[in-house]
């Protein structure tokens, strides 16, 4: 049966987060399988919001997103929280902080994804318009390999026997419970998972919004030409402009069945 966080309260109220410098050090109480380099640990990530209409979905949760999660449900228990509540706070705390939000808001905003959504901009997804989002990764427990944070190629999720029950216990079935959104891959990577989970019927592979670059402040190039920013004779040899116009056609014509608006 899939972790749920009853089953590790306990453990988490007991954990001294200062003492867990890395990965590797975080308590196997946590742990939920192992299968040679590759470890899965559970994270107070349970929170699912049910009428979300835009679900954004990363790789899985990293090392810092484990400890500040476990923080925030530590926070929780001592303040006696509903749990709801706690695994909403637990899940949000710093989604998408620093450089990533804004050109994520800059992408969502750029396809029209506000204006399906009946909201001025998607920055207000943070704040008063929360209840329209739902945030996620495509393995939501917090994945290493080597005592690494997992980065979604090495192993292939899709492959693995482990990650693919990850897969299928935890993204699937939150994805089961959110019919009327769209899902919002961020990478490839995560792009090809969810068609993997399509394929099995527990989502529905015509609200996949494949085609956005990844929002990472790493991947600026990208970005810039994807929302017309620069030109295509401007780009380095490191990006595929024809590529990303390819992409760009497919997530409009996906747009215009789904009855969004164009692009701008």
Same mark, same amino acid.
């Given at each position: ?20 410098? =890395?990965?590797?050090? &975080? ?7 192992? /299968?040679? !380099? ?29 400890? $500040? ?41 750029? &396809?029209?994804?506000? !204006? ?20 996620? @990764?495509?393995? !939501? ?12 190629? $090495? ?22 419970? &959110? ?13 090809? /998972? ?21 929002? =990472?402040?790493?991947?600026?190039? !990208? ?10 004779? /401007?780009?380095? =040899? ?20 789904? @009855?969004?608006? =164009?692009?701008?």
């Amino acid at each position: 049966m899939p972790a749920q966080f009853t089953d590790f309260a306990g453990p988490i109220a007991a954990t001294e987060l200062e003492l867990v410098t =890395s990965a590797a050090l &975080i308590p196997d109480a946590f742990l939920l399988a192992r /299968a040679g !380099r590759v470890e899965a640990r559970y994270i107070p990530f349970d929170y699912v919001n049910p009428e979300a209409r835009v679900v954004l979905v990363g790789i899985s949760p990293g090392f810092v997103q484990w400890k $500040n999660a476990m923080r925030a449900a530590q926070q929780g228990l001592r303040d006696g929280l509903p749990l709801p509540e706690l695994l909403r706070a637990a899940k949000y705390t710093g989604a998408f902080s620093g450089a990533i939000r804004p050109n994520l808001v800059a992408l969502l905003d750029h &396809i029209g994804l506000q !204006r399906w959504l009946g909201i001025a901009s998607c920055a207000t997804l943070f704040g008063e318009h929360a209840h329209l989002m739902h945030v996620t @990764g495509a393995l !939501r427990q917090a994945v290493f390999v080597d005592g690494l944070n997992y980065n979604g190629a $090495n192993p292939n999720m899709l492959t693995t026997p482990l990650l693919q029950q990850q897969l299928l216990d935890y993204f699937g079935q939150e994805a089961a419970q &959110i019919r009327d959104a769209v899902f919002v891959p961020l990478g490839p990577k995560v792009g090809l /998972a969810l068609s993997w989970l399509a394929r099995r019927g527990m989502l529905d592979e015509r609200r996949i919004l494949h085609g956005l670059p990844h929002p =990472s402040g790493a991947n600026m190039e !990208r970005i810039a030409y994807f929302l017309g920013r620069k030109e295509k004779s /401007a780009l380095s =040899s490191r990006t595929n402009g024809a590529q990303i116009d390819a992409d760009r056609l497919a997530l409009r014509e996906k747009m215009a069945a789904l @009855g969004m608006a =164009s692009m701008d």
